[in-house]
């Protein structure tokens, strides 16, 4: 059973969780990743998460076919997005315990303290082809992914203990993916992050003061500087943010004011999966396929419209490596300001679009229970 641990010093909570350490590739020595995705196979027949493999995933909590697509069975071939239970949770969907961890400490108490990991951890399965990348996602599977995000979150809001959805993506080996077949996960949590709490906190005090989100002042002065713009349509703006952590750091904002993307509607589900897919192939062309992580940050579950707070995507590509200054301070070094990335970004990533060819061509085709792709 995983446990939150709670740190003496810092307040963060750490989630203990030996069964992932039963991952096959925990025992595995370092694996030469593929440069592209021409290389690889549309199926592999040891892949859990290719058409045809269902069986060894647990059981699907949501399959998405598409339009027209035809009936099928559970945990069958036919779906083209996919959301099953992680074989090796990070949390325990079972009872949720009796007590949380305190915020603090009262005198005379343990500090070692750690509850139950109650939680979920779930994959979303973002193709049924093994050799996909989202940069080159038909727009229709592009939505699907997103919609499937949207579909997940609404369900876990209705579970009353959990607190938070945190939504995310592994792009390459050292962004700590995994598998190299297309996906991403989500782990609740029955307590909002500390992280998050902190910028919570942040955004309410600017809206004290000056009357307004302080995002929709962010993106409303990123939009009239330009020189951090790298794409937007009528409902997103994908921006470099002027303190960026990490090189290349883009932020995709909605720009009508939303405080949780499960209150997002389905013209602006469409523009978001419009966008990503656009600045994930920007950075794809621009970068030759860096490894990334993409993460979006949320209202609280059962928040409401927070006035003071707004959700986004964030896309950090994984070009550099934090050192022990970044771990001692939190304090980070970027070494690419954000108006030179920006413009690289603009400049590379909109040049023609031969690459796409190595990435759509499958490899050589292996048997599945539907027969070739």
């Not at 002042?217 to 937007?232: G, P, T």
Request: proline share 10%; glycine share 6%.
């Amino acid at each position: 059973m995983p446990e939150f641990r709670l740190d003496p010093l810092s307040g963060h909570r750490v989630i203990m969780a030996a069964a992932r350490a039963k991952r096959p590739e925990t025992f595995a020595g370092p694996k030469k990743e593929q440069s592209g995705g021409g290389a690889l196979p549309s199926r592999r027949e040891d892949c859990p998460f290719c058409e045809g493999n269902e069986a060894h995933t647990p059981p699907e909590v949501l399959a998405l076919a598409g339009p027209g697509g035809a009936e099928r069975a559970p945990d069958s071939p036919g779906w083209r997005v996919r959301v099953v239970p992680n074989r090796y949770p990070a949390l325990d969907p079972g009872e949720p315990p009796e007590v949380e961890l305190p915020p603090g400490f009262a005198s005379g108490e343990s500090l070692f303290q750690a509850v139950p990991g109650y939680g979920f951890h779930e994959v979303i399965i973002e193709a049924p082809e093994h050799n996909r990348h989202p940069a080159v996602f038909s727009p229709e599977q592009a939505l699907l992914v997103i919609e499937a995000y949207y579909r997940r979150l609404q369900a876990l809001e209705e579970v009353p203990r959990l607190r938070y959805v945190q939504l995310f993506r592994n792009h390459g080996r050292a962004a700590g993916a995994s598998i190299e077949h297309p996906h991403s996960q989500l782990v609740a949590l029955p307590f909002v992050p500390r992280r998050l709490l902190n910028e919570l906190e942040r955004a309410h005090r600017y809206y004290l003061r000056q009357g307004c989100c302080i995002c929709c002042h962010l993106l409303e002065q990123e939009r009239h500087a330009k020189e951090r713009i790298v794409a937007e349509n009528e409902m997103f703006t994908a921006f470099m943010p002027f303190a960026s952590r990490y090189p290349f750091e883009t932020w995709l904002v909605p720009r009508r004011h939303r405080a949780s993307f499960a209150a997002s509607s389905s013209d602006e589900r469409a523009a978001f999966a419009s966008l990503l897919r656009e600045v994930l192939g920007y950075f794809h062309r621009a970068l030759d396929n860096p490894p990334y992580n993409y993460y979006l940050p949320s209202a609280p579950l059962r928040a409401g419209e927070l006035p003071h707070f707004h959700w986004r995507l964030v896309l950090a590509p994984k070009l550099t490596s934090a050192g022990g200054f970044e771990a001692g301070t939190e304090i980070f070094i970027n070494t690419t300001p954000p108006e030179e990335a920006a413009a690289f970004i603009r400049d590379r990533g909109r040049t023609h679009e031969s690459w796409k060819k190595d990435l759509l061509c499958p490899g050589p085709a292996q048997s599945s229970a539907r027969g070739q792709f």
